[in-house]
C-alpha cells in the first residue's frame, strides 16, 4: 500500500513545503470564485463546482464555514488551501481501499487563463464527474457531540446501544458506523439508521459503503494518532460512476469533515480542544443565535485562530 512506500514521504515533503509557505506568506482570501470560462454547477456550503467538458468538474473549495448547517458570512482565511491539501494527502493516502474523484487532468489544462486560475490556485482540483449518493457516511470513535446527546437520552448512538455509565469523550470499544441523510443548502441533514441507507441505494451499496468507511476512519485514526492528533469522528461522501463502481468523493478527514483533538490534551469526561470548527461551535453556543441563516459574524480573532488551528493539523499529518 501507499502509505508503506517511498511515496508518502515524497507526497508529505510536498505538503509540508507547501504549508510552510502559508505561514510564511498568507494565502489571499477567497470567499466565493467567480470563474467566466466555465459553467458553474453548484455552489454549496463551501465548495464552488464548474463543469470541465463533459466528463470532468473543477472543485473550488473556499474560505466560507458552515457552521450548524449554517453558511457564515466571514471566511476563514486560506482555508480552502488547507482543505484541499489535507484531503488530496489523504486521497492518496487511501488510494488503495477506494478510488478517489481526482482526475488526471491538470489545472493549467482546465483552466488555461492565467488571471482565472490565480484566483483558484491551491484550492481547485480536477475530478471525475461521478453520481454522487444521497448518504452522509459518518463514523465515530468516540462519545461527542449529537452522539453524546443521544447517548444521555437512550444509552445509544443513532439506534446502535452502548455500554453503560460512558463519559462525555470517551472512546467507543469500537467505531460505529451512524449514516446521515445529505441536506441542501440550508437544511440540516438528519441521521438515519443503516436500514434507511439500504432501501435507499440497496443492499450491496450500503453494506459497501459502511464497510470502507470503518476501514477508512481505522486507517486513518492510526496513522493520526502517531502524529499526536485523536480522530474523533468524521464523515466520507462517495459516489458512483458509470460502472456502479464506489468513489471517495468530495473531502477526505479534514477539520471541517473530521473532529481532531491534540492527543497529548485527551480526557474523558470533558470536551477537548479541538484543531477543527469546533472552535467556531464553542464561540456560537455562546451566542443568542437560533442556528438559522443567517449566521452571525466572527470576530477577527476567532477567524485568525481557527485558521491557526487548521494549519496545525495539516502540519501535524503531512509531517
Known sequence: MLHNGSNLRIITDLFLVFSMGIRMKAPETLYQSDIQSLPLIHRGKVRDIYAVGDEHLLVVTTDRLSAFDVVL??????????????????????????????????LEQALPDEQERAQVYGRAIVVKKLKALPVEAIVRGYLIGSGWKDYQHSGSV??????????????????????????????????????????????????????????????????????????????????????????????????????????DQYQPGISPPSFDKQYVRDYLESLDWDKKAPGPSLPQEIADKTAEKYQEALQRLTQ
Open 158 to 263: 443513532c439506534g446502535i446501544p452502548l455500554p453503560a455509565n460512558l463519559q462525555m469523550a470517551d472512546k467507543l470499544p469500537e467505531a460505529i458506523y451512524t449514516p446521515s441523510t445529505k441536506a441542501a443548502v440550508g437544511d440540516h441533514d438528519e441521521n438515519v439508521d443503516f436500514d434507511y441507507t439500504r432501501k435507499l441505494i440497496g443492499d450491496e451499496l450500503a453494506q459497501q459503503i459502511k464497510d470502507v468507511s470503518l476501514k477508512l476512519y481505522t486507517l486513518a485514526a492510526e496513522y493520526a494518532l502517531q502524529r499526536g492528533i485523536i480522530i474523533a469522528d468524521t464523515k466520507f461522501e462517495f459516489g458512483v460512476d458509470d460502472n456502479g463502481k464506489l468513489t471517495l468523493i468530495d473531502e477526505a478527514l479534514t477539520p471541517d469533515s473530521s473532529r481532531f483533538w491534540p492527543a
Open 73 to 106: 458570512p466571514d471566511p476563514i482565511p486560506g482555508k480552502g488551501i488547507i482543505l484541499t491539501e489535507t484531503s488530496n494527502f489523504w486521497f492518496s493516502y487511501m488510494q488503495d481501499i477506494v478510488p478517489n474523484q481526482v482526475a488526471d487532468i491538470s
